[in-house]
């Protein structure tokens, strides 16, 4: 069995890309009071911050910053897909249980980079919010309701039409150009 290495440093910043086992799903932004309920639930039971996330159909990207000491983000995560799961489970959502009785809503991995410095952040901050737009949902990130994009822009950090139709600078956020 092949044994994940976690890069757990205590207090860090990290950016995950979580993921329904179901590709074609839009149970995340379907069931999104019962996504915010999980957060809520975990960040209540365990602090962390929610830097920058989008909440896409099958998928979410989140920037988390854990308090100074902790370093338990596979917790968090397990936590925040189990209340997830149970709340969804209870209102209908048909899914079937493995052999181990677990329900199979989620991948059973996720992927998690380690922040290293302010421009690292920079540019998972804006792949994060520009994620609606690259995936086709929306024109421009501000047309997508499920990101912290909006808080950003209230408060004043980002222009309200940043990253809109047509402008090339907000396709390179530091992914590989071919």
Request: glycine share 8%; net charge positive.
């Amino acid at each position: 069995m092949v044994r994940y290495r976690r890069n757990l440093i205590p207090g860090g910043t990290f950016f995950f890309t979580v993921t329904l086992a179901d590709r074609s799903a839009s149970l995340l932004t379907d069931n999104i009071a019962s996504l915010r309920h999980a957060f809520r639930t975990t960040r209540e039971e365990r602090p962390f911050e929610i830097d920058a996330i989008v909440i896409l159909p099958e998928h979410l990207h989140v920037l988390m910053s854990l308090p100074e000491g902790d370093a338990d983000f596979p917790g968090r995560w397990r936590r925040i897909k189990s209340v997830f799961t149970r709340h969804v489970v209870a209102l209908g959502v048909s899914a079937t249980r493995s052999h181990r009785g677990e329900y199979g809503l989620w991948q059973r991995r996720y992927w998690e980079h380690t922040i290293r410095d302010q421009t690292d952040f920079a540019r998972h901050f804006d792949y994060i919010h520009y994620n609606p737009a690259k995936h086709g949902w929306v024109m421009r990130a501000g047309d997508w309701p499920h990101s912290s994009f909006h808080r950003y822009v209230r408060s004043g950090l980002l222009p309200g039409d940043w990253a809109g139709a047509g402008e090339p600078e907000a396709t390179a956020f530091g992914e590989r150009m071919e």
